[in-house]
């Protein structure tokens, strides 16, 4: 016979249940650059654990679509207990006020205030910083420099521009600048920032483009399709841009020695010839006894999280 107030200790009170452990704090990062919001979820040690995306049109919006696509990711972020949200913008930003300042291809985000936004969307501490800078941390944090003091991470497509952590600081003001507007010809085309012959119009997927249709290979050309259709004049017009990328690439080794250069984005539907091109272009200018030399890996990952992976390492660093 089983007494009453045994059975009673045999199934406690729910209450007398062991609590469930808390759940593990995540990492929020978000990526926004000229017509498309990208956000994503991920564990302390730099593991995606859920994503999403957005877009919006860059020439035609106003803050309120920026707002939109901003809301259509944060709902991502509802179901994670976070240590904040590193947001990797593109343009001109303002770190301390959460603003993006200036991004020439997108007037909506002019003193765009991005922090408050997506604080007000999500309840979480959030920190905004230029992509580039935060580029080079998700290389440092959790890509191919860690371990290294000095090397340049290089994002390259629509968007192009160089983060570069020197001797274990990170080479640009807060709000920093990609290099991106670097002169590279002083008689070349006009850029969108109003100067003339910047790296950007000579390195961008929108000179691919134009290049390629000028040379008869059609305006929706993509680097991948070029390398891949065993076309003479395609290849030329490939050499051509891995030329155009290694001319901003030779100004930072010239100034900052990095070493190694980590290429992102683009880049790596170029494949390794397109590689080789920029890395030989690199070793032919640049010249320093005793010096490392440099060398060149592109990132090979289908989806390229390094900006998200930079929003996640900004959270870190100030946790």
Same mark, same amino acid.
């Given at each position: 016979?089983?007494?009453?107030?045994?059975?009673?200790?045999?199934?406690?009170?729910?209450?007398?249940?062991?609590?469930?452990?808390?759940?593990?704090?995540?990492?929020?990062?978000?990526?926004?650059?000229?017509?498309?919001?990208?956000?994503?979820?991920?564990?302390?040690?730099?593991?995606?654990?859920?994503?999403?995306?957005?877009?919006?049109?860059?020439?035609?919006?106003?803050?309120?679509?920026?707002?939109?696509?901003?809301?259509?990711?944060? *709902?991502?972020?509802?179901?994670?207990?976070?240590?904040?949200?590193?947001?990797?913008?593109?343009?001109?930003?303002?770190?301390?006020?959460?603003?993006?300042?200036?991004?020439?291809?997108?007037?909506?985000?002019?003193?765009?205030?991005?922090?408050?936004?997506?604080?007000? !969307?999500?309840?979480?501490?959030?920190?905004?910083?230029?992509?580039?800078?935060?580029?080079?941390?998700?290389?440092?944090?959790?890509?191919?420099?860690?371990?290294?003091?000095?090397?340049?991470?290089?994002?390259?497509?629509?968007? !192009?521009?160089?983060?570069?952590?020197?001797?274990?600081?990170?080479?640009? *003001?807060?709000?920093?600048?990609?290099?991106?507007?670097?002169?590279?010809?002083?008689?070349?085309?006009?850029?969108?920032?109003?100067?003339?012959?910047?790296?950007?119009?000579?390195?961008?997927?929108?000179? !691919?483009?134009?290049?390629?249709?000028?040379?008869?290979?059609?305006?929706?050309?993509?680097?991948?399709?070029?390398?891949?259709?065993?076309?003479?004049?395609?290849?030329?017009?490939?050499?051509?841009?891995?030329?155009? !990328?290694?001319?901003?690439?030779?100004?930072?080794?010239?100034?900052?020695? *990095?070493?190694?250069?980590?290429?992102?984005?683009?880049?790596?539907?170029?494949?390794?010839?397109?590689?080789?091109?920029?890395?030989?272009?690199?070793?032919?200018?640049?010249?320093?006894?005793?010096?490392?030399?440099?060398?060149?890996?592109?990132?090979?990952?289908?989806?390229?999280?390094?900006?998200?992976?930079?929003?996640?390492?900004?959270?870190?660093?100030?946790?």
């Amino acid at each position: 016979m089983v007494h009453k107030s045994s059975l009673l200790r045999l199934v406690p009170d729910a209450a007398e249940q062991p609590a469930a452990p808390p759940a593990a704090p995540r990492l929020g990062a978000v990526e926004l650059v000229p017509g498309r919001v990208r956000a994503a979820v991920l564990s302390m040690a730099g593991r995606v654990l859920d994503r999403t995306e957005s877009s919006y049109d860059a020439a035609r919006a106003v803050p309120a679509d920026i707002d939109r696509a901003l809301a259509g990711v944060a *709902p991502l972020f509802a179901e994670h207990r976070l240590r904040g949200i590193g947001v990797a913008a593109a343009g001109l930003v303002d770190p301390g006020a959460g603003l993006i300042l200036e991004v020439n291809d997108v007037p909506a985000l002019h003193g765009y205030p991005v922090a408050d936004r997506l604080a007000a !969307l999500t309840g979480a501490e959030v920190r905004v910083e230029h992509r580039a800078r935060l580029q080079v941390l998700g290389d440092r944090w959790f890509g191919a420099g860690r371990g290294r003091r000095t090397f340049a991470s290089v994002s390259t497509g629509e968007v !192009l521009g160089v983060g570069i952590l020197y001797d274990g600081e990170v080479m640009a *003001p807060p709000g920093g600048r990609s290099g991106a507007h670097m002169t590279v010809s002083a008689s070349g085309e006009r850029c969108t920032c109003g100067s003339r012959g910047c790296w950007k119009t000579l390195a961008t997927t929108g000179w !691919l483009r134009a290049r390629a249709s000028a040379a008869g290979l059609g305006a929706a050309c993509s680097l991948e399709s070029l390398v891949t259709c065993g076309d003479p004049l395609a290849d030329r017009v490939v050499e051509e841009y891995a030329h155009n !990328l290694a001319l901003g690439l030779v100004n930072v080794q010239q100034l900052f020695a *990095p070493g190694l250069f980590i290429l992102h984005g683009e880049a790596r539907e170029g494949g390794e010839r397109f590689r080789v091109v920029v890395e030989e272009r690199l070793r032919d200018a640049v010249a320093f006894a005793g010096a490392e030399q440099p060398r060149v890996l592109v990132g090979t990952a289908a989806v390229d999280d390094v900006a998200l992976l930079g929003g996640a390492g900004l959270v870190l660093s100030h946790a």
